[in-house]
């Protein structure tokens, strides 16, 4: 084996591993339970005014766009960066959480959402 060849896996692994970081910080959610127990206090306070105690989506009916039933079978196959990006966002009728709540907060929530009975 010579140098070049430990240099260069040495490099691989370093990419990989950088990229293995990157994806968990903004992809896939962590479901530790202290997540899941901050994001269900986040979800009763901030969104089940609208989203409703068990995010069916019976929390207020206005006008425009009904609250997202976030345990149907349309949201559960989005994936979490879709979902990340839409919480972030807002939508018409929703508001976007991004200057509001930090991003580790809007993972919890969304951890938390995905344990919700459907
Ligand atoms: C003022 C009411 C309101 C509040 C508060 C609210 N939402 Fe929403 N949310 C909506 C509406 C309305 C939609 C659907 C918009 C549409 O279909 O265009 C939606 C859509 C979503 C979606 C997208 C679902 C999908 O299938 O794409 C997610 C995820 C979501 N909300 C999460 C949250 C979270 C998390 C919170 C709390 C931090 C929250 N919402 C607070 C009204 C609200």
Redesign the pocket.
Known sequence: MNRGYVSTAMLVMAITGACLIQSNASGEVTRKPDALAKGKR??TR??????GSEGK?D??KVL???????T?P??RK?SDS??LA??HE??????S?KG??SDRD?QN??AY?RTLPH
């Open positions: 986040l979800f901030h969104c089940a005014g609208c989203h989506g929390g207020y425009g766009p009904d609250p997202a039933n976030l149907a349309a949201t989005k879709a979902l839409t919480i807002g939508k018409p009728n929703m508001p959480w509001l709540l809007i929530v969304l959402i």
